[in-house]
C-alpha cells in the first residue's frame, strides 16, 4: 500500500480510541468487521481482503500472530523473541516463518495486551497473565527477567464425549470400555474426581467429558483461576480470581468458600496450585458437598495423590495421619491423563482410592 495512504489510515484511526480497547474490539467479529469498514472508506482506494487483513491486523490486533489466532486447528502460539515463532497444532510444535519486524514491534503488542485487561507491565511487575475478551490466555515477559516474549493459549470450547461413537475416549482407545463405564458411574454417584496430568495433557478437556454426564438438573459452581471452562452443561455459574497487588485479591480458596454458600449441587475447580486452595477444597469435600471435579498437576495419578498431601502438609493445619485420612475419605478417583510423543492425548490410568488402599480400575500397558 502507498506509505502515505498508511500514515492517514494510522492518524485517522488514533482518534478512534486507545490501542488496548481497540485490541479488544478486534478480538470480536462485530467490531473486527467494523474495523474492516472503517479501514476501507479511510483508505479511499480500492483494496484487496489480503491486504486488509494484513493492515487491520497490524494496526488493531495481533500483527503477524494475527493468522494463527484465527485458525481453529492452533491451540497455542509461541513468541520465543521477535524472529521465532511457534504454534502448535495437532500437539506438536511448529516453527512457522512469521516474524516481527523488531523487538520494538514485540514490545508494543506485549504492553497492548496487558493494557486491555486493565494491567500493567513495569520492571516491579515484568511478567502479567491476561485473560483476552475471546477466552485465551496469555502470558507476557519483558525485561529485566527476559523477552519480551509472549505465550498464547487459544480458548477451545472442544467437548469429547467419554462413551460412544468416535471421537469419544473409549472409541478412539484412550480408554477401556470398563474404565469409562466406571467412570460414568463414578460421576452418577457424585464422587469425587481428580484428573491429573502435566501441562498440555488434555486435563481440561476430559474434565468437560465428565461434566457432560452429570444430570442437566444439578447446579454447578465453577472456581478457575482465569475463566476457561466452557462447560456442556445448562446450569453453571463461573467464579474466577481477581489478581491484586501484594498478595491481595481474590483467590481460589476464597471463591471455594463463597461457593459453599450458593446452593451448589457440585464444586469445580479447574486446578489445585496451592496449599490454602488444596486445604480450602478438602474442607469442601469434607463437608458433605460431594461429586466435585478438580485438575491437579502431577506425573502420574498416585504423584497427584502424593501432591495433594505435600499441598495439605504446607499449609500446616493437620497432622501427616490426618491428612492421609481426610483424603482417603474425600477423594474417590483419580484419572491420569498423558499427551504421547507424536501429540495425541490419551488416559494412562484410573485409580479408586477407597478408605485405606489405592485400587487400579485400570492402567495402560
Not at 1 to 11: E, K, Q
Not at 233 to 248: A, I, K, M, N, T
Request: net charge negative; aromatic share 4%.
Amino acid at each position: 500500500m502507498n506509505p502515505g495512504v498508511l500514515a492517514r489510515i494510522r492518524t485517522e484511526i488514533a482518534g478512534l480510541s486507545d490501542p488496548a480497547t481497540l485490541l479488544g474490539l478486534y478480538s470480536e467479529p462485530g467490531g473486527r468487521a467494523v474495523l474492516r469498514d472503517r479501514v476501507r472508506v479511510i483508505a479511499r482506494s480500492a483494496i484487496d481482503d489480503s491486504e486488509l487483513d494484513a493492515i487491520c491486523a497490524e494496526l488493531f490486533g495481533f500483527g503477524p500472530l494475527q493468522p494463527w489466532l484465527d485458525d481453529p486447528e492452533i491451540t497455542d502460539v509461541l513468541v520465543n523473541d521477535p524472529a521465532q515463532i511457534y504454534i502448535e497444532r495437532g500437539g506438536r510444535l511448529e516453527l512457522t516463518d512469521s516474524r516481527f519486524r523488531d523487538s520494538t514491534e514485540l514490545a508494543d503488542l506485549v504492553y497492548r495486551i496487558a493494557a486491555s485487561v486493565g494491567r500493567e507491565l513495569t520492571i516491579e511487575q515484568p511478567f502479567v497473565d491476561a485473560r483476552m475478551r475471546d477466552g485465551s490466555r496469555a502470558n507476557a515477559v519483558i525485561e529485566p527477567v527476559g523477552g519480551p516474549s509472549l505465550s498464547i493459549r487459544r480458548f477451545r470450547t472442544v467437548s469429547v464425549d467419554l462413551l460412544g461413537p468416535a471421537p469419544s475416549w473409549e472409541a478412539s482407545s484412550c480408554l477401556s470400555p470398563d474404565a469409562a463405564d466406571w467412570l460414568r458411574r463414578a460421576i452418577l454417584e457424585r464422587r469425587n474426581l481428580v484428573i491429573s496430568g502435566t501441562t498440555g495433557s488434555g486435563k481440561s478437556t476430559f474434565l468437560r467429558s465428565l461434566s457432560a454426564l452429570i444430570p442437566p438438573q444439578e447446579r454447578l459452581i465453577v472456581i478457575e483461576d482465569t475463566n476457561e471452562l466452557a462447560l456442556p452443561h445448562p446450569h453453571v455459574v463461573h467464579l474466577e480470581c481477581v489478581p491484586g497487588r501484594d498478595g491481595s485479591g481474590v483467590r481460589v480458596a476464597d471463591l471455594v468458600v463463597n461457593a459453599l454458600r450458593m446452593r451448589p449441587d457440585r464444586i469445580i475447580v479447574g486446578e489445585v496450585r496451592s496449599p490454602r486452595e488444596a486445604s480450602a477444597l478438602l474442607e469442601a469435600l469434607s463437608t458433605g458437598h460431594d461429586g466435585a471435579l478438580t485438575t491437579l498437576h502431577a506425573g502420574s495419578a498416585t504423584d497427584a495423590l502424593a501432591r495433594l498431601e505435600l499441598l495439605l502438609a504446607r499449609a500446616g493445619e493437620l497432622s501427616a495421619s490426618a491428612i492421609e485420612r481426610h483424603l482417603h475419605r474425600a477423594v474417590d478417583g483419580i484419572v491420569h491423563v498423558v499427551r504421547r510423543s507424536d501429540g495425541t492425548r490419551t488416559v494412562s490410568e484410573v485409580l479408586s482410592v477407597d478408605v485405606d488402599r489405592l485400587v487400579t480400575v485400570w492402567a495402560r500397558s
